[in-house]
Nanobody, 118 residues
Framework: QVQLVESGGGLVQPGGSLRLSCTAS????????MGWYRQAPGKERELVAL???????????TYADSVKGRFTISTDNGKNTVYLQMNSLKPEDTAVYYC????????WGQGTQVIVSS
């Protein structure tokens, strides 16, 4: 059974950086989409960043406007791992961050808390 395990969240001051990691445990083949989402208190879950590799499009990334230029999604497919490098963090980035990997099935992590506060 595949599980996604996130790490790297925590408390950081505004302007600081964090790197989130998400690794799939178990056997997983043909990942065609990897992504990060977040959910702030009282708000709906929203897309942060996506990386698509579906045999037609390879390495295409998409970012929410609010994080463009500050966040970078990357992957180590050999390790079934996706990363989210977050720089110049703002208080409004505070949320629970979830990773997602999609094959024929759709897998989600349990979430990791990011708090940006002085």
């Amino acid at each position: 059974q595949v599980q996604l395990v996130e790490s790297g969240g925590g408390l950081v001051q505004p302007g600081g950086s964090l790197r989130l990691s998400c690794t799939a445990s178990g056997i997983i083949f043909s990942i065609n989409l990897m992504g990060w989402y977040r959910q702030a208190p009282g708000k709906e879950r929203e897309l942060v960043a996506l990386l698509v590799n579906n045999g037609i499009t390879s390495g295409l990334t998409t970012y929410a406007d609010s994080v463009k230029g500050r966040f970078t999604i990357s992957t180590d497919n050999g390790k079934n791992t996706v990363y989210l490098q977050m720089n110049s963090l703002k208080p409004e980035d505070t949320a629970v961050y979830y990773c997602r990997m999609k094959t024929r099935s759709d897998y989600w992590g349990q979430g990791t808390q990011v708090i940006v506060s002085s």
